[in-house]
């Protein structure tokens, strides 16, 4: 109605400007190729985890996180979800990603080591050094050379130890992890889920042969005395252990060990562990990639 009480037609003009049809995201992408999809992406996660159901929410959310992808050489290529870098398909066709390995000893040269979740995805359940996870492909956690690598994973760890193990970033500054080496393997968690390594058995004479590529584990020391508060989500239990006491865990069945830590310690952790505080310098910054197929 007018402002008289008169009612006034409405014409609808078709405009012949291109500008004014609606765009389609086809559209959109050609016009503009520069358009990051990722938020697309995400909106899909119900169905991209369509495989998930039955897991922990908090889990399957974190299952999105963006990892580092890697040629053979450790140097980036792009980024995959953390889920499609664990599946075990992509692992046997070898995609291969960068992680970290920490291990905190205390002022008594105590190794803290955690006990994972019952939720995770990957290796429920599994007793393993104090945390084990994976730069990402944000702002300082990536690199390139050697150094920027390094650096990028001092940072992610200071992320999870505070996110797994209630570890503040000022009990463990980023100066006082020290880079040993980076080791290549595989891991399989099941027949689904991996590591890209293939599965690790207690018994020696049992074990299979690894497959090749898997991924590129940083292994970081860093000597602190800090506050645990775990986060159940992630943890469920954690214990500080001397050299002999981590032999006793290894010699008793009811104890489980990730595959990593497992392959660490059977090659070298105890020979780094015995030189903590007297010649620890002739391990550090390894250059070549240790080759653990």
Known sequence: MSATGTTTATTTIKSTDPRAHVLSSEDVLKLVPEVNT???????????HHDLEGYDEEQIRLMDEMCIVLDENDFPIGSASKKVCHLMDNIDKGLLHRAFSVFLFDSQNRLLLQQRASQKITFPDLWTNTCCSHPLGIPGETGATLDAAVNGVRRAAQRKLLHELGIRSE???LEKFDFLTRIHYLAASDSKWGEHES?????????????????????????????????????QDSKYVT?????????????????????????MLFRWWRHLDDGLEMFKNEPQIRRML
């Open 243 to 267: 050299m002999d006491e981590l032999e006793a865990m290894f010699a008793d069945t009811t104890y489980k060990f990730t595959p990593w830590f497992r392959l660490i310690c059977d090659s």
């Open 199 to 235: 599965k690790w058995i207690d018994d020696p004479n049992e074990r299979p042969l690894l497959k090749p590529r898997g991924l590129v584990d940083y292994i970081m020391f860093i000597k602190a005395n800090v506050n645990v508060d775990v986060n159940q989500n992630e943890v």
């Open 38 to 48: 990722q938020l697309a992406e995400d909106h899909r996660t119900s169905d991209r």
């Open 171 to 173: 009990e463990v500054p």
